[in-house]
C-alpha cells in the first residue's frame, strides 16, 4: 500500500509541474520546476522512497532510451554524422577523462575509478531537457538536430563507461585490453539484438494483424515491450541492453514506415508514449530531489573525510565540476570545428565559419538531465566484499547540483547567444514539404480514378460514385493549388487564406462536438455512440489544426 501511494504521490507532482509549466514564466524549463516539486514534497511529505538500482534502471531507461532512437531525426543525423560521432564518442572520452582526474585530484575521499563512473555519467547530454528550454528559446532546427544525435549516441557510450567504471571499483581489477574484447561483444552483440528484437516482433504482429485483423491496444501494448524485451535479451548474454534499447528504437523508426498499422493505432499509439515520456521524466527528477536532502547529509560527511568541515565546500566542488565541464565542452566543440573546416578546405570546399556564439551555444546546450540522473542512482549499493560503495552518496549529490546547474545555465545563457545568431544554410525543408504534399495529393487522385474504374459496372455508372471522385478530386486539386501558390507571389494572401479557412473549420468542428455532447447529455444517444461520433471529429479536426 505504501509503494502505492507513493507512486501516486509522484504523479500527482508530475502533473502538478505540467500546470505550473504553464502559468510560471516561459524562461523557467519544465526540468527546474519538477525539482522544486521534489524538494517541496522532501520538506513537507517527510516520505523517503526506497529505491532499488537495478529496479529503477530497469524501469527508466529502456523506454527512455528506444523512444529517442525512434523519434530521431535520421536525415539531420546521418547529414552530420562526422559531427555528432566527434560529439558523442570522443567528447565523452575526453570527458571521462579530464573530469574523472580532476574529480579524484579534487575530492581524494572519491577513489578514481569511481570518480571516472561520476564522470562518465555526467558524459551524455539530455535532449529532453534541452528540448524544454527549446520551446521557449528559438533554436535552430540543425543545431537541434546535432544535439539530439550526439545525445542519443552518448547516452550509450557514456553509459557504457560508466559499466567498465563500475565494474573496475567493483572488482578492484582493470585491463584495457579485456575491456575492448568486451566493449566489442557489448556493442556488437547489443545492437544486433536490439535489431532483431524489434524486426521480430514487429513481423510478428504484422502477420497475426494481416491474417486475424488489428488490435489497437494491443499494437500499443507489444509496443511498450520491445524496449524491455529488447534490453533483457541483450543483458541475458552479458551485452549491453542500453545500445540494445537503442538500436531497438531506431529500428522501430524504419519498420513503422511500412504504414501497415491502423492509423488509429498510430494516433493512439503516439499519445500513450508522450505520456509515458512525461511520467518517466517527470517523476525522475522529482525523485532525484525528494530524495537529495538525505544524500547531502550523507555527502557531507564524506567531504568531512577531505579535511574540510564546512559543507559550503560541496557547492564549490559543483561549480568547479559544471565549470570543468562547459570548458572541455567548448575547447572540443571549437577544436572540433576547426578540424571540420580544415578538412573541407583540403577537398576544395568553402564553408562558412559558424559565429562564436553558435560555438557557445553548443557547449552551453549540452545539458544534463534524465539519463544521468537515471544512471547515477542505479550506482551499487555494496562492493563484491559486502562492504558499502565508496562516496556513493557523495557521486549522486555532485550528478544531482549538475544537473541543476547545467539547466540553469543553459536556461540563462541560451537565449542572448542565439538571438540573431546565425546557422549554416539548410535544405529548403518547407519546398520539399509542399512537394511531398502535392506528390501524395496527386497519388490520392489517381488512387480514386483507379478504384472507380475497378468497380462492377452497376456501380461504376452510380452517380454517387462520381460525384465522390469528383468531390474528392476537387479537394486535393486544391490543396495541390495551395502548394503551387507558396512558389509564387501571393504567398501572404494563401497563408492568411489558409489561416481563415483553418478558423471557420474549427467553430464548425466544434459546434459539431458541442452538438453530439448535448444529445448525449439528454439520453437522446447511447454513451457508446457519442464517443464514437466525437472521436471522428477529434480526428478531423486533429488533421485540420496540424494544416
Known amino acids: 500500500m505504501e509503494t502505492i501511494t507513493t507512486t501516486l504521490l509522484l504523479l500527482m507532482a508530475v502533473v502538478a ?11 523557467i524549463p519544465l526540468p527546474l520546476i519538477q525539482i522544486a516539486i521534489g524538494f517541496l514534497i522532501a520538506g513537507v511529505a517527510d516520505r523517503g522512497i526506497t529505491l532499488d538500482p537495478d529496479m529503477f534502471f530497469l524501469l527508466f531507461l529502456p523506454p527512455l532510451l528506444f523512444l529517442d532512437g525512434w523519434r530521431i531525426q535520421k536525415q539531420g543525423l546521418f547529414r552530420d554524422i562526422g559531427t555528432i560521432i566527434e560529439m558523442a564518442l570522443g567528447l565523452v572520452i575526453f570527458t571521462v577523462l579530464g573530469i574523472g582526474l580532476l574529480v579524484h585530484w579534487m575530492i581524494p575521499a572519491i577513489p578514481l575509478s ?16 534541452v528540448s524544454a528550454i527549446a520551446t521557449r528559446v528559438n533554436v535552430p532546427r540543425r543545431l537541434m538536430h546535432i544535439l539530439e544525435g550526439e545525445s542519443l549516441l552518448n547516452d550509450a557510450s557514456g553509459l557504457v563507461c560508466m559499466r567498465f567504471a563500475v ?33 521480430t516482433m514487429t513481423l510478428a504482429k504484422d502477420w497475426f494483424s494481416r491474417r486475424y485483423g488489428e488490435d489497437t491496444g494491443s499494437q500499443i501494448l507489444v509496443s511498450l515491450l520491445m524496449p524491455f524485451v529488447a534490453y533483457l535479451a541483450a543483458e541475458h548474454v552479458e551485452a549491453s541492453g542500453i545500445l540494445a534499447a537503442v538500436a531497438a528504437g531506431m529500428t522501430m ?31 525522475m527528477f522529482v525523485v532525484l530531489c525528494e530524495q537529495l536532502p538525505k544524500i547531502a547529509a550523507s555527502a557531507a560527511e564524506v567531504v568531512a573525510e577531505t579535511g574540510h568541515l564546512d559543507p559550503a565546500w560541496m557547492a564549490v566542488y559543483i561549480l568547479v565540476i559544471n565549470l570543468a565541464l562547459l570548458t572541455l565542452r567548448f575547447v572540443w566543440v571549437w577544436v572540433s570545428l576547426r578540424f571540420t573546416l580544415y578538412r573541407a578546405s583540403q577537398r576544395g570546399e568553402a564553408r562558412a565559419r559558424p559565429d562564436w556564439r553558435l560555438v557557445a551555444a553548443t557547449s552551453v546546450a549540452g545539458a544534463r538531465g534524465a539519463i544521468t540522473l537515471a544512471g547515477i542512482l542505479t550506482l551499487p549499493l555494496l562492493l563484491n566484499d559486502g562492504n558499502p560503495f ?23 545563457a541560451l537565449p542572448p547567444l542565439l538571438k540573431n545568431a546565425e546557422m549554416p544554410a539548410e535544405p ?11 506528390e501524395a495529393a496527386e497519388a490520392a487522385i489517381l488512387a480514386a480514378q483507379e478504384r472507380q474504374k475497378k468497380l462492377p459496372e452497376s456501380a461504376a455508372d452510380d452517380d454517387l460514385y462520381a460525384h465522390a471522385v469528383a468531390r474528392l478530386t476537387d479537394y486535393y486539386r486544391e490543396r495541390i493549388a495551395g502548394y503551387a501558390a507558396k512558389e509564387g507571389v501571393e504567398v501572404d494572401r494563401h497563408k492568411r487564406a489558409q489561416a481563415a479557412e483553418r478558423e471557420i473549420w474549427l467553430a464548425a468542428l466544434a459546434a459539431e462536438r458541442n452538438t453530439i455532447y448535448a444529445a448525449a447529455r439528454r439520453n437522446r444517444i447511447s454513451d457508446d455512440l457519442a464517443r464514437k461520433l466525437v472521436s471522428e471529429v477529434d480526428l478531423l479536426e486533429s488533421r485540420v489544426a496540424a494544416g
Open 17 to 27: 509541474s505540467g500546470g505550473l509549466a504553464r502559468v510560471l514564466p516561459q524562461a
Open 114 to 129: 569511481v570518480a571516472f563512473a561520476l564522470a562518465a555519467i555526467l558524459s551524455p547530454t539530455d535532449p529532453v531537457a
Open 167 to 199: 565494474a573496475a571499483t567493483l572488482t578492484g581489477v582493470f585491463s584495457m585490453a579485456e575491456a575492448s574484447v568486451t566493449f566489442l561483444w557489448l556493442a556488437g552483440a547489443g545492437i544486433a539484438i536490439g535489431i532483431a528484437v524489434t524486426w
Open 253 to 283: 523508426s524504419y519498420t513503422e514506415q511500412t504504414g501497415r498499422a491502423l492509423a488509429t493505432t498510430r494516433i493512439r499509439r503516439n499519445a500513450v508514449w508522450d505520456m509515458l515520456q512525461f511520467a518517466l521524466n517527470g517523476i
Open 390 to 412: 565508496p562516496a556513493r552518496d557523495l557521486v549522486i549529490f555532485l550528478a544531482a547540483g549538475a544537473i541543476i546547474i547545467s539547466l540553469l545555465v543553459a536556461s540563462l
Open 428 to 438: 529548403h525543408d518547407l519546398r520539399r514539404e509542399d512537394a511531398i504534399r502535392a
